[in-house]
């Protein structure tokens, strides 16, 4: 496969939910052992990296800060590359609103705003989609979405992700985001590639959904590989494939099995 | 003109949000003089008809509970119509829920609805959209919505309406109301004309906006008249008819305008 660098999701790769899955950890390991250069991508609108770091603390996994990129964190150094040091009204949570203090931006009200940034947010309310609204009306504002997620599949069941508000905001005003910045845009995936200081031909995405992951390094023209151990089963794969028009470069049931395969072609 | 029945909007017609328009409540005394019959016919979903007849009762209007359909009874109506007294869950707000409750419907929890009635609230937060999306998510579950409307013109600036729920829920799940009740949907417009019990080629619909009142008015089969009292004037009438692709049959200035041709007609 020839690779140097790898692109890891997490939820479905190395862990479900908060529970790590032992096999993924152990193939991290090997990963590591073999010197290839890794950095974790993760959709997530709400949380801060220190947040996601402590959990990978939990997984018994050592990941430091520059390997790990959140879509929260990479909203906030792609705005800072668009416009410099903004003023920018969020629907979104502390943990954004943290990622976007940390470069320098400035949260303000929505009158004041030049940037709309739409991230999901379990404490919605009318205020906020009032403010949102008023600032996708305004053509002059630029909306930008941390990710493009629609449902999430939590433990009792699916709950609305940044879609929720993506979609009402559509609904109400016919308009989309300028900019998404999650997968599958290949925005976060190219400060990955950035990060990882790779030949873009020697990296590879590695993630558990065709419409995220694999689409996402088709996006960004690097090779993509498929995990089983997440939402992507033999039995939906054929049809996932179909209705997203993608499929990956490679198949493993899971990063222990990449990892091995990694190994032996070495 | 010929006209025995009319079906009158309220914002923009007789009033304009709290306050009534003087010259067209002397025009509505002058058409009960006629002995023309009307109902007032309201998209609102979060009032009761209660609520309703207050306001008119403070603009020195006389006007009996049997003159006025607002869409949260109408939505009721419907319902039993289509399916007795059922167990609802409901997005909406008290008024809503209160005309439900009139009609013998249940309001249940979420688990064990057959029914989601989505209406505006200006209370809505993260719990209320995961269970209209889970229900939504659920092709046996019927999805009615009390209108169609996406933003709402309040005194301060534009507010999200019933479309910020509609548009939310459609952009996560790919699904759009198996009902509309408000205008243009022409339920709401015959819930109207069975109230006048006047013939339908003697009824026409009267409101200030061509893709509500108007459509109501075609969708339905019946007359339409314009009042230029709202958001449609002069200069954007032309538009307006080009952008919603139908035109009243008649315009006026205002609701005593109208008065006045109708009582020279007569």
Do not use: C
């Given at each position: 496969m020839n690779i140097e660098g790898l692109i890891l999701d997490i939820?479905?790769?190395?862990?479900?939910g908060r529970k790590p899955i032992e096999r993924a950890i152990e193939g991290y390991r090997i990963i590591k052992e073999l010197g290839i250069k890794t950095v974790f991508v993760s959709n997530n609108s709400t949380r801060s990296r220190r947040i996601m770091l402590e959990r990978f603390k939990h997984f018994g996994v050592d990941v430091g800060e520059d390997e790990l990129i959140i879509a929260t964190h990479a909203t906030a150094v792609h705005i800072a590359k668009e416009n410099g040091s903004t003023k920018i009204y969020t629907t979104g949570e502390d943990g954004l609103k943290e990622e976007l203090l940390n470069l320098d931006h400035e949260i303000v009200d929505y009158r004041n705003a030049d940037y709309l940034v739409v991230g999901s947010n379990r404490g919605i309310n009318f205020e906020i989609f009032t403010k949102a609204l008023r600032l996708a009306l305004d053509r002059e504002v630029r909306y930008v979405a941390v990710n493009p997620d629609r449902v999430f599949p939590a433990e009792d069941g699916p709950i609305p992700g940044t879609g929720l508000i993506i979609g009402a905001l559509y609904w109400m005003t016919g308009r989309e985001p300028d900019?998404?910045?999650?997968?599958?845009?290949k925005i976060i995936v190219d400060q990955a590639i950035e990060r990882l200081n790779v030949d873009r031909e020697r990296i590879a995405i590695v993630g558990d959904q065709i419409d995220v992951d694999i689409m996402a390094g088709k996006n960004a023209g690097i090779k993509s590989i498929l995990v089983?151990?997440?939402?992507?089963n033999q039995e939906n794969y054929q049809e996932k494939v179909r209705q997203v028009g993608v499929a990956p470069d490679f198949v493993f049931e899971d990063l222990y099995e990449l990892a091995v395969a990694l190994s032996s072609g070495k």
């Amino acid at each position: 496969m020839n690779i140097e660098g790898l692109i890891l999701d997490i939820d479905g790769v190395i862990s479900r939910g908060r529970k790590p899955i032992e096999r993924a950890i152990e193939g991290y390991r090997i990963i590591k052992e073999l010197g290839i250069k890794t950095v974790f991508v993760s959709n997530n609108s709400t949380r801060s990296r220190r947040i996601m770091l402590e959990r990978f603390k939990h997984f018994g996994v050592d990941v430091g800060e520059d390997e790990l990129i959140i879509a929260t964190h990479a909203t906030a150094v792609h705005i800072a590359k668009e416009n410099g040091s903004t003023k920018i009204y969020t629907t979104g949570e502390d943990g954004l609103k943290e990622e976007l203090l940390n470069l320098d931006h400035e949260i303000v009200d929505y009158r004041n705003a030049d940037y709309l940034v739409v991230g999901s947010n379990r404490g919605i309310n009318f205020e906020i989609f009032t403010k949102a609204l008023r600032l996708a009306l305004d053509r002059e504002v630029r909306y930008v979405a941390v990710n493009p997620d629609r449902v999430f599949p939590a433990e009792d069941g699916p709950i609305p992700g940044t879609g929720l508000i993506i979609g009402a905001l559509y609904w109400m005003t016919g308009r989309e985001p300028d900019v998404i910045v999650g997968k599958p845009s290949k925005i976060i995936v190219d400060q990955a590639i950035e990060r990882l200081n790779v030949d873009r031909e020697r990296i590879a995405i590695v993630g558990d959904q065709i419409d995220v992951d694999i689409m996402a390094g088709k996006n960004a023209g690097i090779k993509s590989i498929l995990v089983m151990s997440g939402v992507t089963n033999q039995e939906n794969y054929q049809e996932k494939v179909r209705q997203v028009g993608v499929a990956p470069d490679f198949v493993f049931e899971d990063l222990y099995e990449l990892a091995v395969a990694l190994s032996s072609g070495k």
